[in-house]
């Protein structure tokens, strides 16, 4: 989609927007106002498909980092928020890790889980 746009600052919105997820940035990178990009979301069908794509790579890139902190380098927090966006996670994280036996995060105490769910859950 993004390879249909010719005009050359949204190209570079695009761009921005895809490295860094956040609208400000973006419009900065390209050049031009906060309204701009509003209006152009508006009257611009092809601009507005593309934006949204490039939301949701950069929704990719921050997941595939969250990942490789779980995973690699046995990160609890990042661990819980993955399996939370991965719709794996509840209010109940005593009762599923007991009952599960999860690998990892079954070293902390009771009490450290505990703090550990209410950073993530609030």
């Known amino acids: 989609m993004a390879s249909e746009i010719r005009h050359p600052q949204k190209r570079?919105?695009?761009?921005?927007?895809?490295?860094?997820?956040n609208i400000r940035?973006?419009?900065?990178?390209?050049g031009i106002s906060r309204p701009s990009y509003y209006v152009w979301m508006e009257n611009d069908l092809v601009f507005a498909?593309?934006?949204?794509?490039?939301?949701?790579?950069f929704g990719d890139l921050l997941e595939a980092k969250l990942s490789q902190m779980a995973m690699r380098?046995?990160?609890?927090?990042?661990?819980i928020v993955a399996l939370k966006m991965a719709?794996?996670?509840?209010?109940?994280?005593?009762?599923?890790?007991?009952?599960?036996?999860?690998?990892?995060?079954?070293r902390l105490t009771t009490e450290q889980r505990a703090a550990v769910a209410q950073a993530i859950l609030g």
């Open 73 to 79: 380098q046995d990160n609890v927090t990042a661990l």
């Open 49 to 57: 498909a593309a934006a949204r794509q490039a939301k949701e790579e």
């Open 12 to 21: 570079a919105f695009i761009a921005g927007y895809r490295q860094s997820g």
């Open 87 to 106: 719709g794996r996670f509840n209010d109940r994280i005593d009762q599923r890790i007991e009952h599960s036996g999860a690998v990892g995060v079954s």
């Open 25 to 30: 940035a973006a419009c900065e990178a390209a």
